[in-house]
């Protein structure tokens, strides 16, 4: 963990840090671990926190923020352009108080202050009426009720950005925003225009004038899946091409990759300055960034390596492939407990696998191996694994004696 102070804080939810050696540092709200709100948080505030990468990008974010002072006394301030008009937030409180007994909400429409309530109370002095939704159609007929939010709705997805993490929804003739955060199932990466969703509807935290959908799930969840075989697909996906930059591929990934089953592939290229890499599988070359590298280290991964891998569709960009949890395929470890036909290893990365004497390496006898023996061997996913099991992922084939214990005698 690091320790820096806040360096200056934006209204849309993010700030920077001064870390100790004096360069700044980003970081999110949703990354804040004891204030409900970024805004909470003041320029020259002590901070801890750990250094992480923004999605999966090699652009370095703080993350786990704790705020070392003490802020409990801090309250989160209005939003932009809410004060002065009407008495403002530091007038008299007229109307209805807002949520959690707060001042009254207010909304600015073409320069002029009123007082809104976003459960459903008249503007006051006859003023213009909210507009319920993100700037796309008229004004939403459906203003949330006195009691509380509406819901659950059921709307169609009318429009995704990606490159955003967010989304629209069509409800009774209006847009209604949602972020990628508000997705319960399936996951953001796998809605598509189009599809029936139900959701909540409730005033937007940070534009309470504004109306956004919470708890977005599927309307019809695919059956359980049971039996053998491969899972069927889940809701909404869509196959994706090929690798980065590839264009249009012959190649789709097989449709049960995203469960978990392992491919196995060699190393293309690493460019250890942007910290990613690409590996070729069955012809198409596939990217993958350092995060993924279980086994070794990135580092001391090179170019021709040959290693396993789940491939999936990538979060930031879904219609393209990527690897995750890479894995050297040969790997050497120590044997743990030896049976009569069987035994376990513990393998350098970690892992306690299964290997069976019938899975030796040609001119290697199961009975020439000794309990704390160093051994290599190829790390592929177990049968169980693959059929959905419960179990180790991995068990051990062709085993072979490692040439270290030969160096030793």
Same mark, same amino acid.
């Given at each position: 963990m690091?320790?820096?102070?806040?360096a200056r804080?934006?209204d849309?939810?993010?700030g920077?840090?001064t870390?100790d050696n004096g360069?700044?540092?980003f970081f999110?709200?949703?990354?804040?671990?004891?204030?409900?709100d970024?805004?909470?948080?003041q320029?020259n505030?002590?901070?801890?926190?750990k250094v992480g990468y923004?999605?999966?990008?090699?652009?370095?974010?703080a993350?786990?923020?704790?705020?070392l002072?003490?802020i409990?006394?801090?309250?989160r301030?209005p939003p932009?352009?809410s004060r002065?008009?009407?008495?403002g937030y530091?007038?008299p409180p007229?109307g209805r #108080?807002g949520?959690h $007994?707060?001042p +009254?909400?207010?909304?600015?429409?073409? @320069?002029?202050?009123?007082? *809104?309530? /976003?459960?459903?109370g008249p503007?006051?002095h006859?003023?213009?009426?909210?507009?319920?939704?993100?700037?796309?159609g008229p004004?939403g007929p459906y203003?949330?009720?006195n009691?509380?939010p509406?819901?659950p709705?059921?709307?169609r997805?009318?429009?995704?950005?990606?490159?955003?993490?967010?989304?629209f929804i069509m409800?009774?003739?209006n847009?209604?925003?949602?972020h990628r955060?508000?997705?319960?199932f399936p996951?953001f990466?796998?809605?598509?225009?189009?599809?029936i969703?139900?959701?909540?509807?409730?005033?937007?935290p940070?534009k309470p004038?504004?109306?956004k959908?919470f708890?977005?799930?599927?309307?019809?969840?695919p059956?359980p899946?049971?039996?053998?075989?491969?899972? #069927?697909p889940?809701? $909404?996906s869509? +196959?994706?091409p090929?690798?980065?930059? @590839?264009?249009p591929?012959? *190649?789709? /990934?097989p449709?049960h990759?995203?469960?978990?089953l392992?491919?196995e592939g060699?190393?293309?290229?690493i460019?250890?300055?942007?910290?990613?890499?690409f590996l070729?599988h069955q012809?198409?070359s596939?990217?993958?960034h350092?995060d993924?590298?279980?086994f070794?280290?990135?580092?001391n991964?090179?170019e021709?390596?040959q290693?396993s891998y789940v491939l999936g569709p990538d979060?930031?960009k879904?219609d393209?492939?990527?690897?995750f949890e890479?894995?050297?395929?040969?790997?050497?470890?120590n044997?743990?407990v030896?049976?009569?036909k069987?035994?376990?290893i513990n393998?350098?990365?970690?892992e306690?696998?299964f290997?069976h004497g019938?899975?030796?390496?040609p001119g290697?006898g199961?009975d020439?191996?000794q309990q704390?023996?160093?051994v290599?061997f190829?790390?592929i996913q177990?049968?169980?694994?693959?059929?959905?099991?419960a179990?180790?992922p991995?068990?051990?084939?062709?085993?072979e004696?490692?040439d270290?214990?030969?160096?030793?005698?």
């Amino acid at each position: 963990m690091e320790t820096g102070t806040v360096a200056r804080i934006n209204d849309k939810g993010f700030g920077f840090i001064t870390r100790d050696n004096g360069s700044e540092i980003f970081f999110h709200t949703r990354e804040v671990t004891n204030a409900s709100d970024i805004r909470c948080l003041q320029p020259n505030d002590s901070v801890q926190f750990k250094v992480g990468y923004h999605n999966n990008s090699s652009k370095e974010e703080a993350q786990q923020v704790t705020v070392l002072n003490d802020i409990s006394h801090r309250s989160r301030p209005p939003p932009p352009g809410s004060r002065g008009g009407h008495g403002g937030y530091n007038g008299p409180p007229h109307g209805r #108080p807002g949520p959690h $007994g707060g001042p +009254p909400r207010r909304f600015h429409d073409r @320069g002029h202050t009123q007082r *809104f309530d /976003p459960y459903g109370g008249p503007p006051p002095h006859g003023g213009p009426p909210p507009h319920n939704n993100y700037g796309h159609g008229p004004p939403g007929p459906y203003p949330p009720p006195n009691n509380g939010p509406v819901g659950p709705c059921e709307g169609r997805i009318r429009e995704i950005k990606w490159d955003r993490k967010i989304g629209f929804i069509m409800y009774q003739g209006n847009s209604i925003f949602f972020h990628r955060d508000q997705v319960i199932f399936p996951a953001f990466e796998q809605l598509h225009e189009g599809s029936i969703v139900t959701f909540d509807i409730r005033p937007d935290p940070k534009k309470p004038e504004k109306n956004k959908a919470f708890d977005i799930r599927a309307a019809h969840a695919p059956p359980p899946h049971r039996g053998r075989g491969p899972p #069927p697909p889940r809701y $909404g996906s869509r +196959p994706p091409p090929t690798g980065y930059g @590839g264009g249009p591929g012959h *190649f789709p /990934p097989p449709p049960h990759h995203q469960h978990g089953l392992r491919s196995e592939g060699k190393i293309r290229e690493i460019n250890y300055d942007k910290k990613i890499g690409f590996l070729m599988h069955q012809g198409q070359s596939i990217f993958f960034h350092r995060d993924q590298v279980v086994f070794p280290e990135y580092e001391n991964l090179k170019e021709g390596d040959q290693v396993s891998y789940v491939l999936g569709p990538d979060p930031r960009k879904p219609d393209k492939t990527k690897a995750f949890e890479i894995q050297a395929l040969y790997q050497e470890g120590n044997i743990d407990v030896l049976k009569e036909k069987f035994g376990f290893i513990n393998t350098d990365s970690g892992e306690r696998i299964f290997f069976h004497g019938s899975f030796m390496n040609p001119g290697t006898g199961f009975d020439s191996l000794q309990q704390g023996m160093r051994v290599r061997f190829k790390m592929i996913q177990s049968r169980k694994a693959q059929q959905g099991a419960a179990g180790s992922p991995f068990e051990a084939q062709e085993v072979e004696i490692s040439d270290s214990n030969m160096q030793e005698g």
